[in-house]
């Protein structure tokens, strides 16, 4: 993996997974209300504009990652996403980790490296 190709990756993981906590913490809390008026409340909040501007600069980095790797390549490194989401979800919002969660973790970063590694 040329060093490019690997910033690029790097970059994807970190934006889709800071945009997903952006978007965890915009929705996250008590007193937004429901229905319309919740979403109105998530609007006001700058985590949703966060995760929304990652999403735009992931879109383009991810264009950028595919135009210089196979799609079926691009694909399987870009599902190591997952992990860091899910790690991230449990290490800032306290969620759970189960036992079959942490095994898919673990298949799914142990085939992202024979991937990164073919």
């Known amino acids: 993996m040329s060093a490019n190709v690997f910033m690029l990756w790097l970059a994807n993981i970190l934006l889709d997974t800071f945009g997903q ?4 913490a915009a929705a996250a809390g008590t007193g937004l209300g429901e229905g319309v008026a919740r979403w109105k409340a998530m609007a006001r909040r700058p985590w949703i504009w966060c ?4 999403y735009v600069g992931e ?4 264009l950028a990652f595919l135009s210089l790797v ?3 390549e691009g694909v399987l490194l ?5 992990v860091a989401v899910m790690v991230a979800g449990r290490v800032l919002f306290g969620e759970k980790l189960s036992p079959l969660r942490t095994l898919g973790i673990l298949l799914i970063a142990g085939g992202v490296a024979v991937v990164g590694l073919a």
């Open 21 to 24: 906590l952006s978007f965890k």
């Open 51 to 54: 995760g929304i501007a990652c």
């Open 59 to 62: 879109f383009l980095v991810w």
């Open 70 to 72: 196979p799609l079926s």
């Open 78 to 82: 870009g599902s190591i996403n997952i």
